[in-house]
């Protein structure tokens, strides 16, 4: 995500990083590239406009080409005013205090809305909530059958009716039943290829019928500077009060996530990061700049490692790392926590200063695949013992892994480096040389 808009900008402040002195031309020169970047992002001209006056604004009021690190100074204004642009704060999705919670998604046709529910459904089954989502969509063929195939798998239950029938009815019933039943309320409606009457009416009755404590709309994230038109027009018809955006991981630009804050006034609650039901974040303006910048989101990685291991599970990694007993078992379930975590490329790029260097990079997720069925096609004394494994082994697992031999050597070979090294560290020992990977790079 951001890919472009974090190329060009990443660029811009690195050069001013790296000189020793600034000038009020050099701010000028910088913030004029930020501006370009910013429109080439398919930000809206006004909100890239208003951006760069409050940079320069500050950079005057701080007087930066006096500051001992005036590209420092800089960088810092921007990320201040990026964070600013993009909500300031984040935004928690608040649950009321008598339930049921009632949320209503709308949105076009083609933004992801149906699939958004279903992930929001079990982003909030994780946070320990009862959910109901209820299918209103009986306008869309195979609308009520994609909600349902996404409730069972995220283990939810759909009040699905009929695929016919009055939308209105259909979401009061559904009211009616989660108050006996369920702590929050998740209601997909229909969706057009364009906001029309009929739309919007539908949507003003299901509100009446059912008081939502929050409207969330749907947006596409690659519809750029259209994304805030759909909004506006929903905006004129519908009282909005959050913001999800999805396919956020296909959008190169960013120019919809950059402009639609400040276009609406209303906080992004939520973003979609991928196809899996697990990919939707919660929105933190000051992560997302971050990320836009090239300085990472740390916050956001060891939230998801949190939710792929326990405490006591990390505790008695460490303990075997400590004692250097660490096996092709224990590489196996990380590497799966690791997978869980998302894609590697979006994991890769949210270590500080690795960003930037993931641009172009191709991130082969096969490779992780060829490792986990090199360890899954040996023996459980195998993996507590590669030395074991000897040349005939090594066919076999190479054989039933379909990988090749040389592969089989070099994660053996690898792995007993990084043995080593936990060690040097377990007896006290000096780390020397350079990290050992402990897979083969694809």
């Known amino acids: 995500m951001f890919e472009q808009l974090q190329g060009r900008l990443s660029g811009i402040l690195t050069r001013l990083r790296g000189r020793g002195r600034l000038g009020a031309e050099d701010v000028d020169q910088a913030l004029r590239e930020v501006r370009l970047a910013l429109l080439e992002a398919d930000v809206h001209f006004k909100v890239a406009r208003e951006f760069v006056d409050r940079v320069r604004e500050a950079a005057v009021g701080q007087e930066v080409w006096k500051s ?213 974040e919660p929105f933190h303006p000051d992560r997302i700049a971050s990320r836009i910048l090239g300085m990472g989101d740390v916050l956001t990685l060891i939230e998801r490692a949190q939710e792929q291991v326990t405490a006591e599970q990390a505790r008695e990694m460490e303990r075997k790392l400590k004692r250097a007993e660490f096996t092709l078992e224990d590489f196996t379930k990380q590497l799966r926590q690791l997978r869980a975590m998302g894609p590697l490329d979006q994991v890769l790029g949210m270590l500080p200063g690795l960003g930037a260097r993931m641009r172009g990079v191709d991130v082969d997720e096969r490779t992780l695949g060829r490792i986990e069925a090199m360890i899954n096609s040996m023996t459980p004394d195998e993996r507590r013992h590669p030395d074991h494994i000897d040349g005939s082994r090594r066919r076999r697992i190479a054989r039933g892994s379909g990988t090749s031999i040389q592969e089989v050597n070099r994660l053996i070979r690898q792995f007993d480096e990084v043995k080593k090294m936990l060690r040097q560290f377990g007896s006290g020992g000096q780390r020397k040389g350079k990290f050992p990977m402990p897979f083969p790079p694809g």
């Open 68 to 280: 001992l690190t005036p590209g420092q100074q800089v960088v810092q204004i921007v990320f201040g005013e990026l964070t600013r642009l993009l909500g300031a704060v984040h935004h928690p999705l608040r649950l009321a205090p008598h339930p049921p919670t009632v949320l209503l998604l709308v949105g076009l046709h083609g933004t992801g809305k149906t699939t958004t529910a279903g992930k929001l459904a079990l982003h909030l089954k994780k946070q320990g909530r009862s959910v109901l989502l209820a299918a209103t969509d009986v306008h869309r063929p195979a609308a009520v059958t994609q909600l349902e195939v996404l409730g069972k798998a995220a283990g939810i239950p759909v009040f699905a009716p009929g695929r016919e029938g009055d939308p209105v009815e259909i979401a009061r019933r559904a009211l009616e039943h989660a108050r006996t039943s369920a702590d929050v309320l998740v209601i997909d409606t229909a969706g057009r290829l364009h906001v029309d009457p009929a739309l919007l009416a539908e949507l003003t009755r299901i509100r009446e019928a059912t008081a939502p404590h929050a409207t969330l709309l749907v947006l596409d994230a690659m519809a750029g500077q259209d994304a805030v038109r759909m909004a506006e027009g929903f905006r004129g018809a519908v009282p909005i009060d959050g913001l999800i955006l999805t396919k956020l991981d296909g959008d190169a630009r960013g120019g919809a996530a950059l402009s639609v804050v400040a276009a609406l006034d209303r906080p992004i609650v939520f973003v979609g990061t991928g196809e899996r039901l697990e990919a939707l």
